[in-house]
Every structure is written in C-alpha cells, then in structure tokens.
C-alpha cells in the first residue's frame, strides 16, 4: 500500500486524485493544496492549507505522513523547487527538477536546446534581452508572436491578428515584457491548427497520451481574451477531426528527442509530463511550446480514459521502467467544458466583472463528470472565485454524445456563470477542418 501525496488544487489535481485512488493497490491520498478543493479533500485521507514556496512545509507533511511519492500538480511548485526538496528527504516524484522544469518556465530555454541538438519543429525565432534589434527583426516576419520568459499563467503570449495589429503594438509589447522578465522570445506566426501532446517520460521511455485540442479563448467562436482555457475536446480514434496519426506520431518523435536532449545537456533524466503544444502547418506540425506538468483543462480529457493502473504509471516514471508497462486507453470521445465566474477574463470595469465570489448550486448533471477548480466550501454552500469554477466532462463512444452529456450538465449549475456552449459541436469541428483545407495541407 502506497502514501501518495498530491500537491495542487484545481481541477487537473482533481483528476489527478480520482486516477490515484481508484487504482487496485488501494493507496493513501495526502493532499497539500494553497486552497481548500472539496473534490480533492473528499479523495484524501488528510489534507495540509500552505504556500507552494514553503518547501519546509511541504518537507514536513511529507514526512509527517511518510510518504512514498509525490505528484506535482502545477507549474508553480516544480519553479519553486519542490520535486528537488522532496528528493532531500528521500521522495521521488512524478514531475521535474527546478533545473528541468525551465522546459516550461523558460521558453529560450526551450527554444535554444531545440535548435541546439537539431530537433525539428522550431519556427523562426529570436530571444532578446533588450530592444535592441526587435524592430529589425520584426520586420523579416510576416506575422508575429510575442512570448514572455518565465511563468505567465497560460496567458501572457500575444499573436498578431489576434491581440494586436501592428508592428508599432508588437514593439510596444515587447517593451513592457522586458520590464517584467528578463527576455523576450519573438517567434514567427504559424498558420494551421493547435493541439496538445501530453507525453509521459521516464528519462529515457516517452509514451504518448490521447491528443487533445484546448480553446483558450472566453467566448463562442474563437472571440474574446485569451484564457487558462475553456475547455477541450479528444476523439475515440486518439487522433483529432482534422488530423491523421501521421501528425501524432510527429509530435511523439520531437517529444522523444527532446527528451534525449535534456539528458544530454543536463546528465539528469526527466521524470514527468512533457506536453507539448503544437501546431500542424502546411509544412508538417511545429513545436509551439513545453509544459512539464498535466494540462488542465487537458488532463481530464486523457485520465479519465486511462485503463492501465496510474499508480503503476506513477512507478514506472520514477522507476524508469515504462518501457515494461502496456500504456491503455479507452477508445471513447471526451469533451470538457470549464463552468466560469460570468466576469472571468474580462476586464475590472465591465459589467459583468463582478460576478465572482458567488454561490452556485449543483442539480443533476447525468452521467458526466464534475472536477473542482476554484470554488470554496462553506457552511451555506459552494462558492466561486474570481478564477475558473468546475470542469464538467462528457465521455462516451462518440464526440457528439459526450458533448450532449457535457452540455447537460452544464444546464444543472446554477448560479451567475458562463461557459462555451460550442466546445465539441460539429460547426466549431467542421471550422477546425476546413481551415485546415484552406492553408492547403
């Protein structure tokens, strides 16, 4: 019997929870949260309120509730340096070191060790510590994106067309980056559809999961700012409506690579998440980026379907023996979409901005699956933050059918919330493919 502990609290750690008590070696659940996630607290045996900073205090729950592994959650812990403080006291986790997590906290990182070890996928880019040469630059591209380096929530990337027109905007953007980090990645825009590419890695064996597609954006039709995500939809054949498993076997062998690469650069074996956001170009699938955790919301498209035991999944990562595990999922359709604050996203001075802090009541939602984000348990009920509320998940053998449960669902939270009615409906998919149609792939 396994004590597992959990750090994170939203709704990926939720998934993440249920994966881990539902397997057959009936392991303990200790979970160190910064807030109170009913979801999570339901599925553990005890649960520790604290910082992700404070590395003596998860140190010492840790060993107060000795336990055997550890799972990070989010990305803040593993840029604080938790997995390196828990190996101290002799617990391995599923999740990098500081060193490795810079695959997500560090763009130019990421960027410089693709283009180093001649890995495919890289668009063109730059990495710039000040304005110097950005307007020059800019002007090769035809279209541009804006990233800072370093940590911004899923939020702080800015593409042409999209969050600003000219180049005048773009140099303006990049002025006020540097004030806030410490460089600036400028890349080229690419034309094509995104999708996400959670990977497992043991340092040496990289296994893929289903593929996912994310819609960032807060409102219907691709409209709006840009979000930690709305929700996301996969498909029963573990490809996507407008892509073949020519293009996931793409993103798996760049993933696999990469993975070779680190070692190499670093003598250090990367045990965790590697999801890699892609792009599929007329030009073959591009590398957008590396998180080195669990995507949320696309963590509760793939764990739901997992049919291999994850607390064998979790040893065999740390083990470094995943390479002797028969990785299974379900062949189903999953489709989540995130209930939000009517005021998530928007701007402080907007009508509906102040919406959050509410409560909301939770009818019968049918045969889907609920995970909580960020609400608050209180006596009275449950209550919502300024910050996505509940991930509500449809499965079933079709992408239709686990929209409709989906979408059901959605109809029994009541409450002052706001969700993307459209994820997984067949005009937003029909859309997906025939822009894909049109940039001549």
Same mark, same amino acid.
């Given at each position: 019997?396994?004590?597992?502990?959990?750090?994170?609290?939203?709704?990926?750690?939720?998934?993440?929870?249920?994966?881990?008590?539902?397997?057959?070696?009936?392991?303990?659940?200790?979970?160190?949260?910064?807030?109170?996630?009913?979801?999570?607290?339901?599925?553990?045996?005890?649960?520790?309120?604290?910082?992700?900073?404070?590395?003596?205090?998860?140190?010492?729950?840790?060993?107060?509730?000795?336990?055997?592994?550890?799972?990070? @959650?989010?990305?803040?812990?593993?840029?604080?340096?938790?997995?390196?403080?828990?190996?101290?006291?002799?617990?391995?986790?599923?999740?990098?070191?500081?060193?490795?997590?810079?695959?997500?906290?560090?763009?130019?990182?990421?960027? =410089?060790?693709?283009?180093?070890?001649?890995?495919?996928?890289?668009?063109?880019?730059?990495?710039?510590?000040?304005?110097?040469?950005?307007?020059?630059?800019?002007?090769?591209?035809?279209?541009?994106?804006?990233?800072?380096?370093?940590?911004?929530?899923?939020?702080?990337?800015?593409?042409?067309?999209?969050?600003?027109?000219?180049?005048?905007?773009?140099?303006?953007?990049?002025?006020?980056?540097?004030?806030?980090?410490?460089?600036?990645?400028?890349?080229?825009?690419?034309?094509?559809?995104?999708?996400?590419?959670?990977?497992?890695? =043991?340092?040496?064996?990289?296994?893929?999961?289903?593929?996912?597609? =994310?819609?960032?954006?807060?409102?219907?039709?691709?409209?709006?700012?840009?979000? %930690?995500?709305?929700?996301?939809?996969?498909?029963?054949?573990?490809?996507?409506?407008?892509?073949?498993?020519?293009?996931?076997?793409?993103?798996?062998?760049?993933?696999?690579?990469?993975?070779?690469?680190?070692?190499?650069?670093?003598?250090?074996?990367?045990? %965790?998440?590697?999801?890699?956001?892609?792009?599929?170009?007329?030009?073959?699938?591009?590398?957008?980026?590396?998180?080195?955790?669990?995507?949320?919301?696309?963590?509760?498209?793939?764990?739901?379907?997992?049919?291999?035991?994850?607390?064998?999944?979790?040893?065999?990562?740390?083990?470094?023996?995943?390479?002797?595990?028969?990785?299974?999922?379900?062949?189903?359709?999953?489709?989540?979409?995130?209930?939000?604050?009517?005021?998530? %996203?928007?701007?402080?001075?907007?009508?509906?901005?102040?919406?959050?802090?509410?409560?909301?009541?939770?009818?019968?939602?049918?045969?889907?699956?609920?995970?909580?984000?960020?609400?608050?348990?209180?006596?009275?009920?449950?209550?919502?933050?300024?910050?996505?509320?509940?991930?509500?998940?449809?499965?079933? =053998?079709?992408?239709?059918?686990?929209?409709?449960?989906?979408?059901?669902?959605?109809?029994?939270?009541?409450?002052?919330?706001?969700?993307?009615?459209?994820?997984?409906?067949?005009?937003?998919?029909?859309?997906?493919?025939?822009?894909?149609?049109?940039? @001549?792939?």
């Amino acid at each position: 019997m396994f004590n597992v502990l959990l750090i994170g609290n939203g709704a990926r750690e939720h998934a993440i929870a249920e994966a881990v008590v539902q397997s057959g070696h009936k392991p303990k659940l200790f979970s160190f949260m910064k807030a109170n996630n009913p979801g999570i607290a339901s599925l553990s045996q005890k649960i520790h309120i604290g910082s992700y900073s404070d590395l003596a205090a998860v140190k010492a729950y840790a060993k107060e509730c000795r336990i055997d592994f550890a799972i990070i @959650g989010p990305e803040d812990p593993l840029n604080n340096g938790v997995v390196d403080a828990l190996k101290e006291i002799g617990v391995p986790a599923v999740g990098p070191t500081k060193n490795l997590a810079r695959l997500e906290t560090s763009k130019s990182f990421t960027r =410089d060790l693709v283009r180093k070890y001649n890995i495919p996928g890289n668009p063109k880019f730059r990495i710039f510590t000040s304005m110097e040469g950005i307007k020059e630059f800019l002007d090769e591209l035809d279209g541009i994106v804006v990233k800072p380096d370093g940590l911004t929530g899923g939020k702080g990337v800015m593409v042409q067309g999209d969050h600003f027109q000219t180049k005048e905007e773009a140099l303006a953007y990049c002025k006020q980056v540097l004030t806030e980090h410490p460089s600036v990645i400028i890349d080229e825009r690419l034309e094509g559809e995104e999708f996400s590419l959670q990977c497992l890695c =043991d340092g040496k064996t990289v296994v893929v999961t289903p593929p996912v597609q =994310d819609h960032k954006r807060r409102f219907v039709d691709d409209k709006g700012p840009n979000t %930690g995500g709305m929700g996301s939809y996969s498909c029963e054949d573990h490809a996507l409506p407008f892509m073949t498993q020519r293009e996931v076997t793409e993103g798996l062998a760049i993933t696999q690579k990469v993975a070779e690469a680190i070692y190499k650069e670093t003598g250090e074996y990367y045990k %965790g998440v590697m999801y890699g956001g892609f792009i599929i170009t007329k030009s073959g699938v591009k590398l957008l980026e590396y998180n080195a955790r669990f995507g949320d919301p696309e963590a509760m498209n793939t764990l739901p379907l997992l049919k291999t035991d994850f607390v064998d999944v979790c040893k065999a990562i740390i083990d470094g023996t995943l390479d002797t595990l028969n990785m299974e999922f379900e062949k189903k359709a999953t489709v989540c979409k995130y209930a939000v604050p009517k005021g998530y %996203g928007l701007p402080k001075d907007h009508p509906d901005a102040q919406s959050t802090s509410a409560r909301v009541e939770i009818g019968n939602v049918g045969e889907a699956r609920l995970y909580y984000a960020s609400v608050d348990k209180r006596e009275d009920g449950l209550y919502m933050s300024t910050s996505r509320a509940i991930g509500v998940v449809g499965i079933a =053998d079709t992408l239709s059918e686990a929209e409709r449960i989906a979408e059901n669902a959605m109809s029994a939270i009541k409450g002052p919330i706001d969700h993307r009615p459209d994820i997984g409906t067949e005009p937003l998919i029909n859309r997906r493919i025939l822009h894909m149609q049109q940039i @001549g792939r």
